[in-house]
């Protein structure tokens, strides 16, 4: 055990960098994603500021800093405030409890490497992510303008319906690790079968999972082909219709801190985390495992955006009935496979 | 100690939001108040040590059943409501019977827990328990109240598809 000043000054220290590393990632995942998208479309994408515009998100960010932070006269003003607060606190939040690696022993600390270690980590993330809606929701009501409003109705219906297939995809990994820590559900996909092939829970027979999670997870961050809440060719820009300059840009960050999230829940639970080939001296295998999964993470975010870059976006009708009509069903009839599996096994 | 102060701080956040639940005018500030309830239940819970109660009770409550309290607010765009003196009624028997109502329970809460008194974090509640507890000793209940709540979905359903077979009759 540490003591108390130790525990204090390692989780501060654990938060800066976290929370450093994953406004870092937001900033490149939008230059990831404008450089991509660009490709995809036979374009250049950023190249200016920078070799490879790779200053741009610093240019970005100082620009939403320096610009007018105008308030319409007709929104509510309280929440019109509160709901840009609430998108990116949420977001923020649930990365407390994502592991990042195993435990590892610096300066003779020994120290997992994620902020908290929690033995119901997959709720908490689950929970701080379905608060999330509040931030798109109000913003929406409190603008007070019928496009934003369409947009926050359709965010919260959304989220509600795709949190339920979501939800149940998960329920199959957690049968098969029989925890709800995140750290112990990737401690249970360590080894290979038959010395070759890993034994991530997407080669465990949750194949069926990780594509209803991919799918659900998309309507849930709001991303094209599910980004409803803000489809620019109907609604203006949807909630954030009437937010400018940093505001804008909280509801920007959430978005992406919250795919970020979800690539590393992805990673973690289906993916195996950061299980991969150890070689070379001690340092490179310290450094290893962190490698493989922001590898993973990367490659999620990769598929994320070339999504974009690829499908049109669905009718509000057909997203309903997709995600009520074959998403659940296919989540329940994996969930009722897997129990039986893991029953007959036992 | 930290979790004796931590306990208090919440329950009064959550009184708070109770009250303001009440003198808010607006229905979505009274709806944001109850979210303020149910997550400060929750940290209570957590500060009990029922950690899975109180990650389901953010999930559902705060997560589900209030984002569709406000999605409901907004659909229907509800403004503000208009302050009234308040029912005679209500002044007359309302607030004493409140008051006389929370005297009651204060005063049986007092006199019959006796000295004994749970201490923070005595009450473990990891999902294992719950799960054993809810599919194994309560089975049964656990059983027929998820066929009450798949009756309420059957209504729910009914209700919803109403119009329009009646519409669709009148077409054909």
């Given amino acids: 055990m540490l003591s108390i000043e130790t525990f204090i000054l390692v989780s501060v220290i654990k938060i800066v960098i976290t929370i450093g590393l994953l406004l870092g990632g937001v900033a490149y ?23 490879f515009g790779l200053l741009q998100p610093i240019a970005d960010g100082l620009k939403f800093i320096f610009k007018e932070d105008l308030t319409p006269p007709h929104v509510y003003k309280p929440l019109y405030i509160a709901a840009p607060m609430l998108a990116l606190i949420f977001a923020l939040t649930s990365i407390a409890v994502i592991p990042f690696g195993n435990w590892v022993t610096i300066a003779g600390i020994h120290t997992p490497l994620q902020i908290t270690d929690v033995n119901i980590g997959l709720l908490v993330v689950l929970g701080i992510t379905s608060l999330g ?5 109000l913003a929406g009501w409190s603008s007070n303008s019928k496009y934003s409003l369409l947009g926050g109705l359709r965010a919260s219906a959304q989220m509600v319906s795709y949190e339920i297939a979501l939800g149940l995809s998960l329920v199959g ?3 098969l690790a029989g925890s709800f820590s995140l750290r112990e559900i990737v401690d249970a996909q360590g080894g290979t079968f038959w010395g070759f092939i890993p034994r991530w829970n997407i080669f465990q027979g949750q194949i069926v999972a990780f594509f209803i999670y991919l799918m659900a997870a998309y309507a849930e961050t709001n991303r094209v082909p599910f980004d409803l809440p803000e489809a620019e060719t109907e609604l203006v820009a949807g909630y954030h219709t009437e937010y400018s300059a940093m505001k804008f840009a909280m509801f920007f960050m959430a978005e992406y801190a919250n795919m ?5 829940l992805a990673s973690l639970l289906f993916l195996g985390g950061w299980h991969g080939p150890l070689f070379g001296p001690p340092i490179l295998q310290a450094i290893l495992p962190l490698f493989w999964f922001v590898l993973r993470v990367f490659v999620f975010l990769f598929i994320y955006i070339w999504v974009r870059g690829t499908l049109p976006r669905f009718r509000y009708d057909q997203l309903m009935a997709f995600g009520w009509k ?13 129990a039986l599996i893991v029953a007959a096994r036992a | ?17 109770a009250v303001n639940l009440l003198a808010q005018r607006h229905p979505i500030n009274s709806a944001l108040s109850l979210v303020v309830v149910m997550g400060s239940l929750a940290a209570e819970y957590l500060l009990l040590g029922a950690e899975f109660v109180a990650a389901i009770q953010v999930i559902v409550y705060a997560g589900a059943v209030m984002v569709l309290f406000v999605f409901v607010i907004m659909l229907l765009n509800a403004g503000e409501e208009e302050r009234t003196e308040g029912s005679r009624v209500a002044l007359l028997f309302g607030i004493p019977g409140m008051v006389v109502g929370s005297l009651l329970i204060a005063w049986v809460l007092i006199t019959h827990s006796g000295n004994v008194t ?3 974090g005595a009450l473990p509640g990891p999902p294992k328990t719950i799960g054993w507890l809810l599919f194994h000793d309560y089975l049964l209940p656990f059983e027929v109240t998820s066929v009450l709540v798949l009756i309420a979905i059957m209504g729910a359903v009914v209700l919803a598809s109403r119009p329009e077979s009646t519409q669709r009759k009148k077409e054909g």
């Fill in chain 1, 173 to 175: 990994v957690l049968i």
């Fill in chain 1, 326 to 338: 074959f998403l659940l069903p296919v989540a329940i009839a994996n969930l009722v496979i897997t």
């Fill in chain 2, 1 to 17: 100690m930290l979790h004796l102060i931590l306990f208090s701080v919440f329950g009064i956040i959550c009184v708070a939001g």
């Fill in chain 1, 29 to 51: 995942t939008v230059w990831l994603e404008r450089k991509v998208v660009g490709h995809i479309q036979n374009r250049w994408g950023p190249t200016r500021v920078g070799p």
């Fill in chain 2, 118 to 120: 749970v201490a923070i």
């Fill in chain 1, 260 to 264: 970020i999230t979800v690539a590393c």
């Fill in chain 1, 133 to 137: 809606v509040y931030g798109v929701a």
